[in-house]
C-alpha cells in the first residue's frame, strides 16, 4: 500500500502562495502518477493537477494554469504543489492522491488508488 500524508494548508489572502506537500511512504516506488484533488463546500471533488512518476509529464486543471506548478522530490518521496496568485474560489480542502496504475484518465478521481487525509486551504478577499 502506499500512504499519502498532505500538509502546507491554512489561510492566506487572496494574491499570497502556498506550497502543499505530500509525503508517501509505503510502496511509493510502484505509484505511476500522483494527484492533486480539491473539494470546496458542498462541491465534488474535482480535479487539480497531476505528475508521473519520472516527474517528465505534468497536467493542470484549466482553472489553475499559470498559478500552480507540481512538482516531486523523488528522494524525499515527496510532491509538490506551488500555488501562486491565490484566488477565494481556490479555497478548498485539497486533497493527494495515487495510483499505480498507467490507463487510467488522470483528473478521474475514481482512478485514484490511494487517498491523503486532506489539508484545507483558505483564501480570504
Known amino acids: 500500500q502506499v500512504q499519502l500524508v498532505e500538509s502546507g494548508g491554512g489561510l492566506v489572502q487572496a494574491g499570497d502562495s502556498l506550497r502543499l506537500s505530500c509525503a508517501a511512504s509505503?510502496?511509493?516506488?510502484?505509484?505511476?502518477?500522483t494527484g492533486w484533488f480539491r473539494q470546496a463546500p458542498g462541491q465534488e471533488r474535482v480535479f487539480v493537477s497531476a505528475?508521473?512518476?519520472?516527474?517528465?509529464?505534468?497536467y493542470y486543471a484549466d482553472s489553475v494554469k499559470g498559478r500552480f506548478t507540481i512538482s516531486k522530490d523523488n528522494a524525499e518521496n515527496t510532491v509538490y504543489l506551488h500555488m501562486n496568485s491565490l484566488k477565494p474560489e481556490d479555497t478548498a480542502v485539497y486533497y493527494c492522491?495515487?495510483?499505480?496504475?498507467?490507463?487510467?484518465?488522470?483528473?478521474?478521481?475514481?482512478?485514484?488508488?490511494?487517498w491523503g487525509q486532506g489539508t484545507q486551504v483558505t483564501v480570504s478577499s
Open positions: 509505503g510502496r511509493t516506488s510502484s505509484t505511476y502518477i
Open positions: 505528475i508521473t512518476r519520472s516527474g517528465g509529464r505534468t
Open positions: 492522491a495515487a495510483d499505480l496504475n498507467a490507463g487510467g484518465v488522470v483528473g478521474s478521481a475514481r482512478r485514484y488508488d490511494y
